[in-house]
């Protein structure tokens, strides 16, 4: 039997499957420059900042979350207002198996819906597979911040790539 995956818009009863994941990625130091996990509290209100236009997506597969992906602000400056940034997240054990790209495919043409012409996002140059879902996608590496952060005690480099829709 094939494990169909599905890609609905989350709903508030999907953030502790969000911050479950979320918390994931802060602990495997791979996709943030986030150290200390979140709590319930932090999602609901991440959450509810993230209606309308910044449309927040889960992919489910035999009806448990799996990933996530939203369009978060890239700038409150009113001449971004078409500009999206980007936050994907998957759990450890689904990585690579294509709920990324659905995900991101989903997440595309809402952002064409809600008048978004570009997207970018922040990756850590070492974050190898993030960086070929990125590509596989069409986003292109457009450079990078060098000492961008501090993550465990060291400097942090971060990519930034961008997709025009």
């Given at each position: 039997?094939?494990?169909?995956?599905?890609?609905?818009?989350?709903?508030?009863?999907d953030?502790?499957?969000?911050?479950r994941?979320y918390?994931?990625g802060?602990?495997?130091?791979?996709?943030?420059l986030?150290?200390?996990?979140?709590?319930?509290?932090?999602?609901e209100a991440?959450?509810?900042d993230?209606?309308?236009?910044?449309s927040v997506l889960?992919?489910?597969?035999?009806?448990k979350?799996?990933?996530?992906?939203?369009?978060?602000?890239?700038?409150?400056?009113?001449?971004?207002?078409?500009v999206?940034?980007?936050?994907?997240?998957?759990?450890?054990?689904?990585?690579?198996?294509?709920?990324?790209?659905?995900?991101?495919?989903?997440?595309?043409?809402?952002?064409?819906e809600n008048?978004?012409?570009?997207?970018?996002?922040?990756?850590?140059?070492?974050?190898?597979?993030?960086?070929?879902?990125y590509r596989k996608?069409?986003?292109?590496?457009?450079?990078?911040?060098e000492?961008?952060?501090?993550?465990?005690?060291?400097?942090?480099?971060?990519?930034?790539?961008?997709?025009?829709?």
């Amino acid at each position: 039997m094939i494990n169909t995956l599905t890609v609905r818009q989350a709903t508030p009863a999907d953030t502790g499957s969000i911050l479950r994941i979320y918390n994931q990625g802060i602990e495997d130091r791979i996709a943030t420059l986030e150290t200390e996990t979140k709590d319930s509290s932090y999602m609901e209100a991440w959450f509810n900042d993230h209606q309308g236009r910044f449309s927040v997506l889960v992919a489910e597969r035999e009806g448990k979350v799996i990933g996530w992906a939203s369009l978060n602000p890239y700038s409150h400056r009113c001449a971004y207002n078409g500009v999206a940034d980007l936050s994907v997240y998957i759990e450890r054990s689904f990585r690579g198996q294509g709920a990324g790209s659905s995900l991101l495919e989903s997440l595309h043409k809402i952002a064409k819906e809600n008048s978004f012409y570009k997207i970018v996002l922040f990756t850590f140059p070492f974050n190898e597979s993030g960086q070929g879902l990125y590509r596989k996608m069409g986003y292109r590496q457009v450079g990078v911040f060098e000492k961008q952060g501090i993550m465990d005690g060291a400097f942090i480099d971060v990519m930034i790539m961008e997709k025009l829709l």
